[in-house]
Every structure is written in C-alpha cells, then in structure tokens.
C-alpha cells in the first residue's frame, strides 16, 4: 500500500511560480505512472499531467508551456514546477499513482491519491 503527501501549495499572485512536491512512501513509484489532477471549487476533478515510468510526459492543453512534471525515483517524489500562474489554475492538486507504466488521462485508473494541497492565485 503506497501513501502519497502533497505540499508545497499556497496563495500567490498571479503570474508567480509555486513548485508542488509529492513525496511516497510504502513501495517504490520507479516502475509506475505517476499524475497531478486538480479539482477546483464545484467543478469535476481534471487531469494535469503525468509522467511514465520512464519519465515521459503528458500534459492538459491548459497548463501545457508552464507546467513541469518530474519524477524522482531515488527519492520516491514526484514534483509539479507551475509557472506563470493564472486565476483559473486555482483548485485542490492531487497527486496520484497508476499501477501501471504508462499515462493516462482517465483518474478512475489511478488507484493511489494523495490527500491534496491547495494552489490559489489571486488576480
């Protein structure tokens, strides 16, 4: 059974960077796939990206050219580098876990969640 922890969340301007860190702990994330989703006051959780286990990357077209995602396999972490933020990327951001090397977009396939942190931008 893996444990995920988010952190790194907070309250910033708009157009700031923040840097969301997930750490795991209970088994190795080295041979899975690993997401960021997002779920934003009454709206669907959504996915952000994502990252194979042989670090591979997919991206939603919204955070597409300012979010990175990057996957430690000595430390067991999985971070998410979102620059330019906007108003709209303000949500709760999970990180997640597939049983499984590859990426997908569908959030019932991750089988792992972390309790999630709160991104807010301010205009």
């Known amino acids: 059974q893996v444990q995920l922890v988010e952190s790194g969340g907070g309250l910033v301007q708009a157009g700031a960077s923040l840097r969301l860190s997930c750490a795991a702990s209970g088994r190795s994330i080295s041979g899975d796939a690993m997401g960021w989703c997002r779920q934003a006051p009454g709206k669907e959780r959504d996915f952000v990206a994502g990252?194979?286990?042989?670090?591979?990357?997919v991206y939603a077209d919204s955070v597409k050219g300012r979010f990175t995602i990057s996957k430690d396999n000595a430390k067991n972490t999985v971070d998410l580098q979102m620059n330019s933020l906007k108003p709209e990327d303000t949500a709760v951001y999970y990180c997640?876990?597939?049983?499984?090397?590859?990426?997908?977009?569908?959030?019932?396939?991750?089988?792992?969640w972390g309790q999630g942190t709160q991104v807010t931008v301010s205009s």
């Open positions: 997640a876990m597939r049983n499984g090397a590859y990426i997908t977009q569908t959030l019932s396939e991750y089988k792992s």
């Open positions: 990252i194979t286990s042989y670090n591979g990357a």
